[in-house]
């Protein structure tokens, strides 16, 4: 009994030694900040209370009756920054960098901030030359990482490839994925200028950086098809379902232009009509219907849309399934089967979108690199329905 007595007393002891630590720090917190201008303390409130504006003036202030405030610099022109006013964060910045007395840590940190100002200010000339400046330091990476972005705003391939094989050798996370797609930029650049060596030998790189690489494969069809070599660019635009069978729809219209031009179109409705049933896709059917219908009539049409309706529904095949009972039906229903396609028609016309899996951008055409984040291999190769809830 007397050992759960003694426990109890232990709470308010502990509550007193709390207390009176508690005020210490109040104390030592409040003489500290005695020495802090009342603008700050204004400046917080106004931030706090969302009003930007005001709150930068306060601290502007600040800025200028204390000049060692550096870190409150640094958030200054983040905050310029990041509201569009490049040119007062370019000023934060570089009234920073004025300091003699700058230790190097904090120049090189205000260098890459500089840097990020010219960036967002589009000035890439300077943005370029200030990152180019930090190649040592902690701020190195980050600097690279910005020139490779740089570079690639500016289509700069050559620069682009250097830079990331650079930013991996610094212990980065692998751009293998990133550098084949440069490759590829190069060898579509070269198949424009009309060198196909010169592309071939890009998409031997691309490949090499990365082997999962499929545009570099349907590229290396490209260039044998523009040689006038149809066959050579079937077996490359084939090798498309061994490496990765989503991106067959990429191919699918290509690989039948190359079997038409050689007189072997049933040879190419037949690996399009397999395709499509082993890979049920909106997309492949989309291009095998338009050329089993073309070629062996709407019957044949008609099966492949109602297989496919079987093994993935959504409304695109639907409309393709109606069309085809429709091109067969009596009146009146004809007249029912047109009104039903027509409507749902209408209102799936814009639905199918290739979609962003980073950012969600949607877009009409494919893109390797995404418009919207800049972002490499980010679009599905194939068009999808948004998913709507039955709230
Ligand atoms: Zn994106």
Redesign the pocket.
Known sequence: MDLDFWWLLVIPVAFAFGWIAARYDLKTLLSENANLPRSYFRGLNFLLNEQHDKAIDAFIEVAKLDPETIELHFALGNLFRRRGETDRAIRVHQNLLSRADLPVAERDHALYELGQDFLKAGLLDRAEETFRSLDSGEYSLGAKRALLTIYEIEKDWPKSITAAEQIEKMGAPSLHMEIAHFHCELAQEALQRKNPDGARAELALALASNPDNVRATILAGDVEAASGHLEAAIAHWKRVEAQNEAYLPLVAEKLMKAYAALERKEEGVDLLIDYATRYPSNDLLDVAYKHVQELRGLDAAHALARRQMQDAPNLAGMTRLLEAQEATAEEPRRGELELMRNLVKQRTKNLPRYT?Q????RARLFYWQ?P??S?WE?YAPRRVEPITSSA
């Open positions: 962003c980073t950012c969600g951008f995404c919207g984040c972002g980010t």
